[in-house]
């Protein structure tokens, strides 16, 4: 009895720390609650006439608004922990189409690999984008959402990032033992 007390407590404190792993910051300031803090502003195409501010519209956001021909301005990150293969990053945005090639994009971006997911073009409204790492990406990592148009004016709020790591494997594995220990016990 006191054997497999001693187990569970071992397994939840190793569980614990496999989960509080998983939790470690990827990115600052991921829902823009109450300004821009950590987020760099980049403009990609200066022909045009753009403008990134923060809001507080859409529970906090970051507004890029843009016009001309073309034009195009990005909010950007570098990630502080690595992401393992299985990892999900999800953008929330609100945006206004009003151009010829209106659009926003999520970019990832590693010296050698540069990765563009388009979100919804042509429409206005709520939407968002979900990236799925497929190996292993080192801290450092280029994380950005981009708005661009070609010619007109459109306006992208970024609402949110959400970081979803995989289960660390050590974790599932403990919680497993745990569940099974547990109901061994019960039946005792
Ligand atoms: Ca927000």
């Excluded at 760099?40 to 890029?64: C, F, H, N, R």
């Excluded at 843009?66 to 999900?88: F, R, W």
């Excluded at 209106?102 to 206005?124: F, M």
């Excluded at 970024?158 to 995989?166: A, H």
């Amino acid at each position: 009895m006191k054997r497999e007390f001693v187990l569970i407590l071992a397994m939840v404190m190793m569980s614990a720390y496999g989960i509080g792993e998983a939790n470690a910051t990827l990115l600052q300031n991921m829902d823009f609650e109450t300004d821009l803090t950590g987020w760099s502003i980049g403009v990609v195409d200066p022909l045009g006439t753009w403008d990134v501010q923060w809001s507080d519209e859409y529970g906090g956001s970051a507004k890029m608004y843009i016009t001309g021909a073309p034009a195009q301005t990005n909010v950007s990150q570098a990630t502080q922990i690595a992401m393992e293969s299985g990892d999900k990053i999800t953008v929330n945005v609100f945006h206004t189409d009003m151009g010829n090639f209106s659009g926003w994009a999520l970019i990832i971006e590693e010296p050698g690999d540069w990765q563009v997911l388009y979100g919804t073009c042509g429409a206005e409204g709520y939407d968002s984008v979900t990236w799925t790492a497929d190996r292993v990406y080192d801290a450092g990592t280029l994380i950005g959402v981009s708005c661009s148009v070609w010619p007109g004016t459109s306006t992208t709020w970024v609402e949110s990032l959400t970081y979803t790591p995989v289960p660390e494997p050590a974790t599932m594995l403990f919680l497993g033992l745990g569940g099974l220990v547990l109901r061994k016990r019960r039946k005792v």
